[in-house]
């Protein structure tokens, strides 16, 4: 099954700033990752291209990264997961970056069941939950997108399982 799922986020700091945030992904100083509440994004030796990581059971290996445009990552796990997910940084004007999440891909067997039960409600609160600590270095308005009551089940599913 064809996937396309895209987070879009306008952020109204001038794009070198959002860069400088995001070079931060997946460094023990990582700036955007919301590592408080899920499974940290790792990779052995940083973010370039060819390194393999991921975070939780989503495993990838980053396909495309220029620091100022674009980190492109394809991923190797879950079985049935074929494609890539993506951000995307682009200066709409002097204040104002938009940061773009792109997952672009065909699953098949368990990985549509896979995404259809869990990932895509686990993927959407975590990206968001990522682009509200972006824009929370820049603001003392402190964002803070709420999860809804799928992703709170699964969650304390997840909790749950991991504890027996």
Partial sequence: M???NIHKRVIHQQKINVVEILKTLSTENDK???NENWPEMKFINGIQIGAKGGHGPIRYYVEKYDPTEIIQFRFSKPNGFNGIHKFEIVELNKETT????TIDMYTEGKGTIFW???ISSLHNALIEDGFD???NNFSNNKKFTKWNMWVRFLRKRM???SKA
């Fill in 2 to 4: 064809k996937i396309i």
């Fill in 32 to 34: 955007i990752w919301p």
């Fill in 98 to 101: 938009e940061i773009k999440h």
């Fill in 116 to 118: 259809f039960l869990a």
């Fill in 133 to 135: 600590k972006l824009e």
């Fill in 159 to 161: 909790k749950k399982r």
